[in-house]
């Protein structure tokens, strides 16, 4: 059943954390609250928003608590709504199986396994609150200010859903954030002494997004949260929407299923008409046979192979962003500038071979079939197909002309390996929903700095697990692999400089002939 693959996806994740009963989600029953002093804070509505989105894939029992006749803010979907209406609604679209109700308060919290309040205060026993002003995210704190960023907002969403899991849910290995605040600006607990207002206008350039799924539909929500964005935005997914990807998927819902990410994410962004999004839904090694010069790259894809070949495409600045059990990885590349490449990252290795073997085994494909498949992109056969229904016990003939990896991807894992021992590893999973999502806003947020706060942008690298408390020492850079195929290499370096170079030097003279013939 459709509703119910949701939450068996979120299940494959749980269990390696000690959650291995569906029963054990099912029965909990949490709340979300809009405090009454920051009910018309734009902020603190889209923390609301996007709250109830993550936890709508996370619990099947959800109580919204918050005064009627309120507005929804507009970027949320380009007219008026009332934010009671815009909550459940969805909710009710992304889990039409799952008990959500709104109420306009309640007296007794001790009914609920957890309560998330979207405001200033301090928490206690199962009762978590959130808040952020600008750049900065505050987890139970009576701090008051509320300066207007609704990528801050996004990100103090995904703290907050992350903490009132940690309390419901009791994964092994968790730490609660207690007491916190922290920048996106620096990613520290430290925070800075400045917290500048974000741009009225955003100019995010010529952005290749190589992957919509999980990290790529965040960074696509997020800055559809801004007010007004300008630019030129590629999409490349070859992918469609499978019921299994609801539960990480947060500009989808039930009525996503079947329909390609890249058109979904064309309609969500329709109202920033001076954002131009072009539809790809090719795979890459087709996608940069058709763009020489790609400025900036977000890689958010699955597969370490398809990283390690963008990085040969030598694009001018890539953001790598990743996940792996709770962990988030997040990278800004510039390519012999110091600092680990994508070729450093992600160097084939045996966890690549395990990958072969996994499908095959779960598939009941021949391995040399399946190695051809996975790196050639060709589409699955009849052939193939009716081997993997058997091997399942189920139809699989959707997915006859698919590439074999989204099959595997849709039936069987995610995007990791996971497990202690090497020989027992089994196919990934796929984070739950505020894992990914954080991910994704984290990516826009430094698109952000790059270009407007540049004495801010992230050093390399940056580390951060969703299940403990951030840790200064995470924001460490990576050095670059003195064997890497592509920055250990120095003619790769050459050919880079000379690249962007000849480039700049194009779009310089475009832009003084343009001005001419302006002025």
Request: hydrophobic share 40%; net charge negative; with cysteine.
């Amino acid at each position: 059943m459709v509703n119910m693959e949701m939450h068996e996806e979120n299940i494959k994740f749980l269990k390696h954390f000690g959650i291995s009963d569906i029963s054990e989600v099912s029965g909990k029953r949490v709340a979300l609250v809009l405090h009454d002093k920051v009910q018309h804070s734009y902020n603190s509505q889209h923390m609301f928003i996007l709250s109830a989105n993550l936890l709508s894939r996370l619990f099947l029992n959800i109580d919204f608590i918050l005064s009627s006749g309120i507005n929804a803010p507009m970027q949320i979907n380009g007219n008026q709504q009332k934010l009671d209406d815009v909550v459940l609604s969805y909710a009710k679209k992304v889990f039409p199986l799952g008990n959500f109700r709104v109420l306009d308060g309640v007296a007794d919290f001790s009914k609920y396994d957890g309560v998330l309040i979207v405001g200033y205060g301090a928490g206690y026993g199962n009762i978590i609150f959130v808040n952020s002003n600008g750049w900065n995210i505050y987890i139970n704190k009576a701090e008051s200010e509320d300066r207007y960023n609704p990528i801050g907002a996004c990100a103090a969403a995904c703290f907050g859903a992350a903490e009132l899991f940690k309390i419901v849910m009791k994964p092994v290995g968790h730490r609660l954030c207690g007491i916190m605040s922290f920048s996106l600006l620096n990613y520290s607990m430290d925070l800075p002494a400045d917290n500048p207002n974000i741009p009225e206008l955003v100019d995010i350039g010529d952005i290749d997004l190589i992957g919509a799924g999980a990290i790529g539909s965040a960074f696509i929500y997020a800055l559809n949260c801004l007010d007004n964005v300008r630019g030129d935005l590629n999409i490349v997914d070859a992918d469609f929407y499978t019921s299994g990807n609801l539960n990480r998927y947060i500009i989808a819902d039930e009525t996503s299923v079947g329909m390609l990410k890249t058109k979904n994410v064309k309609q969500y962004l329709q109202q920033h008409g001076d954002l131009m999004v072009h539809e790809h839904p090719v795979v890459f090694d087709i996608y940069v046979k058709s763009k020489t010069y790609m400025e900036t790259v977000i890689t958010a894809v699955d597969k370490r192979i398809t990283r390690y070949v963008i990085q040969g495409a030598l694009p001018r600045l890539i953001f790598d962003a990743a996940t792996t059990k709770s962990f988030i990885d997040l990278t800004r590349i510039e390519f012999g500038k110091g600092g680990a490449c994508l070729g450093c990252l992600y160097k084939p290795d045996r966890n690549d071979k395990l990958i072969y073997d996994y499908i095959s085994k779960y598939t009941g494909i021949e391995i040399g079939r399946v190695v051809y498949l996975y790196n050639s992109n060709e589409g699955i056969s009849q052939i193939d197909i009716d081997i993997a229904s058997q091997k399942l016990g189920k139809d699989l003939s959707s997915y006859i002309g698919q590439p074999i990896n989204t099959l595997y991807a849709h039936e069987y894992c995610g995007s990791a390996i996971l497990g202690e021992n090497d020989d027992e590893k089994e196919p990934v999973l796929a984070p739950v929903s505020f894992i990914s999502a954080l991910a994704g806003v984290l990516v826009l947020s430094e698109i952000i700095k790059n270009k407007y706060f540049p004495q801010y942008k992230i050093n390399n690298h940056f580390h951060i697990n969703t299940f403990g408390k951030p840790n200064p020492m995470q924001h460490m850079p990576i050095n670059a692999n003195a064997g890497c195929s592509y920055c250990g290499d120095t003619d790769i370096i050459e050919a880079y400089n000379e690249k962007w170079s000849a480039f700049l030097k194009t779009e310089e003279e475009r832009v003084v002939n343009v001005a001419k013939r302006l002025f």
